[in-house]
C-alpha cells in the first residue's frame, strides 16, 4: 500500500528513523549506566512500548491510571504513572493492576494523597509511589524539606505503602535559551533530586530509583558531552521516540522527526496562498515561540524545500508562500512535521508506520483518550 492509498489527514510514522531514535536513547542510557524508563505519553501505542522494552527499557512510564491500564493489558507489567494520583476510585484501578501481578508505581507529593492510599492498599498488595520533587518548572512538587520530612514520615508509618524513591521532571528545559542553559537546568534538577534522595537515606528511607529527564535536557547533555551524575538511576524522555520541529531545532536537523502529518491539498485561492485538509484538530495549535525548541509557524513542511504553516484553523491548513504555491498544485499530499508531537497522536485513532512511501504495517492508538 503506497502513501497516496491513506484517506488524509493521517499520522505517519517512518520505521527507519524511530528506529534510529530508539536505539540511540538506549546506547545513551547504557553508556549512562542508567535505567530507562520511556515515557509512552508521547506514542501512546503498546506495539512501539514492547520496541522500546526489546531495545533495552527496563520498563514504560505512562501519566495516567487509563493508560496504565492500556499498556498493562497489552503485556508490559512495570509501569510507572509520572503523575499525582489523587482519588479513591483511580487508586483503586491500581489497586486491582498491582493485585494482578503488575508492578505499577505512582507519583505522590501530598498527606492527603497519601492518607487515600493508606486507605485503598493493603499489606499483602501495597502502594509503590515515589515522591515528587519540584525542581523548577513551576508545576506539581515537593517544594520544601519540611513538607518531604511529613511524607517520609507517614510512609514510614504504614506498613502497605512502599517508597520507591524520589522523581523530577525538567521540564523547563524547553524553554531554555541556549543548549548551555538547559544543560546548567538539566544539572540543576540533578542535584536537586539527588538532595531530596539524600535526606530520604537520612530518615531511614533509602531510594531504589531516582528518576528524572526530559528529551530536550538529556539532548544538551549528549551534545555538550556531559555525563549524568552518579546514584541518579532512571531517565524517563519521551519525545525522542518520533522527535517534532521543536527538538530538530536543538539538534540543527529533521533528519530524526519520524513523525509527520499526511495531508491534502484541497484550495488555492491566491497565487500565494495554499490550503490542505491538516488543520488544528490534526495539528494542535501548540508551538514553540523561543529558546533552543523555537520552530516558527504551526508546523514544518521540509519538501519541496523548507516552509512553515502560516496559520491553523479547526479544519484547514494555511501555507502563505508562492513559491510553495507554484510547486503544488491541488490533490498533492504534504507532510507536515508538528511542532510538538505528543498532543498530535492523542488525536488520532491509528498511526501508519511507513518506509519513505510504502506502508509497513497499521498500529492502533490503543491509550488515545485515557485521560484518566
Known sequence: MNISQIPTPALLIERSVMKRNLTFMQELADAWHVALRPHTKTHKTPEIAHLQIAEGATGITVAKTGEAEVMVAAGIPDIFIANEIVGVD??????????????????????????????????????????????????????????????????????????????????????????????????????????????????????????????????????????????????????????????????????????????????????????????????TMQSRDTGICFSPGKGVITEPFITHITSLYDEHTVIENMQFAQQVSIGDTIRIIPNHICPVVNLYDELYLVDRSRVIDTYRIAARGKIT
Open 90 to 283: 483511580r487508586l483503586s484501578r491500581i489497586y486491582r493492576l498491582c493485585a494482578q501481578g503488575n508492578l505499577v508505581s505512582f507519583g505522590v507529593d501530598s498527606l492527603i494523597a497519601l492518607e487515600q492510599i493508606a486507605h485503598v492498599f493493603s499489606i499483602d498488595n501495597p502502594a509503590h509511589i515515589l515522591i515528587e520533587v519540584e525542581t523548577g518548572e513551576g508545576r506539581s512538587g515537593v517544594c520544601t524539606e519540611e513538607v518531604f520530612a511529613v511524607l517520609l514520615k507517614h510512609i514510614k508509618d504504614h506498613p502497605n505503602i512502599v517508597f520507591e524513591g524520589v522523581f523530577s521532571h525538567e521540564g523547563h528545559s524547553y524553554h531554555a535559551q541556549t543548549i548551555a542553559e538547559a544543560h546548567t537546568i538539566f544539572e540543576q534538577t540533578q542535584r536537586q533530586t539527588l538532595h531530596y534522595a539524600e535526606l530520604a537515606a537520612r530518615a531511614g528511607l533509602p531510594c531504589r530509583r531516582v528518576s528524572i529527564g526530559s528529551t530536550p535536557s538529556i539532548l544538551s547533555a549528549k551534545l555538550q558531552h556531559t555525563p549524568i551524575l552518579e546514584r541518579i538511576t532512571e531517565i524517563r524522555p519521551g519525545t525522542y521516540v518520533f522527535m517534532d520541529a521543536g527538538q530538530a531545532a536543538i539538534l540543527g536537523s529533521y533528519d530524526r522527526c519520524a513523525a509527520t502529518v499526511l495531508a491534502t491539498v484541497t484550495s488555492q485561492p491566491t497565487e500565494t496562498r495554499t490550503i490542505a485538509d491538516a488543520g488544528a484538530k490534526a495539528l
